[in-house]
């Protein structure tokens, strides 16, 4: 089986990493701009274009680039400082592994920082795909992503992350959706965006595959 997993909020720990990587940028190019924190949680999604997009308008590609660019150039600054995984994260890698899954990735946050930020934590190892939105047309929640993992791997897929973005993508793809509810989104919004499984541990998530993902 393949098991895909989204990262932010699911893998990695990374509101805070996240949130204060959003105020600097905020702060220093848009200063005027007034933001929330539940403005700051919206964000946690979306890829970086779209986030700023909705903030500055379409139209002004060339300033969403820079705030992109900003936001990228901070966050690693402070990544050492914020970045954690989850409880058992590890040892939920090195089970699915040596059960003989594949493992894999798609995200809305750029590949080459999964890369990063994987390599920093020590969970790159484990993983044989990654697709971050720079590596498809469409993002989530489009399928494409899911296609190509379908492609490459000709197996069955489940889809892992603590988004509504997440469980909408699973369902686009006709695939199983696993919610964790360790992130950001509630339960609710989770069954309404389609996940077929609510998870609060990773144990959980063995069981599921040990049973069979079929709903």
Same mark, same amino acid.
């Given at each position: 089986?393949?098991?895909?997993?989204?990262?932010?909020?699911?893998?990695?720990?990374?509101?805070? *990493?996240?949130?204060?990587?959003?105020?600097?940028?905020?702060?220093?190019?848009?200063?005027?701009?007034?933001?929330?924190?539940?403005?700051?949680?919206?964000?946690?999604?979306?890829?970086?274009?779209?986030?700023?997009?909705?903030?500055?308008?379409?139209?002004?590609?060339?300033?969403?680039?820079?705030?992109?660019?900003?936001?990228?150039?901070?966050?690693?600054?402070?990544?050492?400082?914020?970045?954690?995984?989850?409880?058992?994260?590890?040892?939920?890698?090195?089970?699915?592994?040596?059960?003989? *899954?594949?493992?894999?990735?798609?995200?809305?946050?750029?590949?080459?920082?999964?890369?990063?930020?994987?390599?920093?934590?020590?969970?790159?190892?484990?993983?044989?795909?990654?697709?971050?939105?720079?590596?498809?047309? *469409?993002?989530?929640?489009?399928?494409?992503?899911?296609?190509?993992?379908?492609?490459?791997?000709?197996?069955?897929?489940?889809?892992?992350?603590?988004?509504?973005?997440?469980?909408?993508?699973?369902?686009?793809?006709?695939?199983?959706?696993?919610?964790?509810?360790?992130?950001?989104?509630?339960?609710?919004?989770?069954?309404?965006?389609?996940?077929?499984?609510?998870?609060?541990?990773?144990?959980?998530?063995?069981?599921?595959?040990?049973?069979?993902?079929?709903?």
């Amino acid at each position: 089986m393949v098991v895909i997993f989204d990262v932010d909020g699911t893998l990695l720990d990374t509101f805070p *990493h996240v949130r204060a990587s959003y105020i600097h940028t905020l702060e220093k190019m848009l200063p005027n701009y007034k933001y929330t924190e539940e403005e700051l949680k919206s964000f946690f999604g979306p890829t970086l274009p779209e986030t700023f997009k909705s903030i500055v308008g379409d139209g002004n590609d060339k300033f969403v680039n820079a705030l992109v660019d900003e936001y990228v150039s901070y966050s690693k600054t402070i990544a050492k400082e914020y970045l954690s995984v989850f409880p058992k994260t590890f040892e939920t890698l090195e089970k699915l592994k040596s059960d003989g *899954h594949i493992l894999t990735v798609l995200s809305n946050k750029r590949t080459n920082v999964i890369l990063e930020q994987f390599a920093l934590v020590g969970i790159l190892p484990y993983f044989d795909l990654i697709i971050g939105y720079n590596d498809v047309k *469409h993002p989530k929640p489009d399928p494409e992503g899911i296609r190509l993992m379908q492609a490459k791997f000709q197996e069955e897929c489940i889809f892992v992350g603590d988004t509504v973005y997440d469980m909408e993508t699973a369902r686009n793809a006709g695939i199983t959706g696993v919610g964790v509810l360790w992130g950001l989104t509630s339960e609710e919004k989770l069954r309404l965006a389609g996940a077929d499984y609510i998870i609060n541990d990773y144990q959980e998530l063995f069981e599921i595959i040990k049973g069979g993902t079929n709903v």
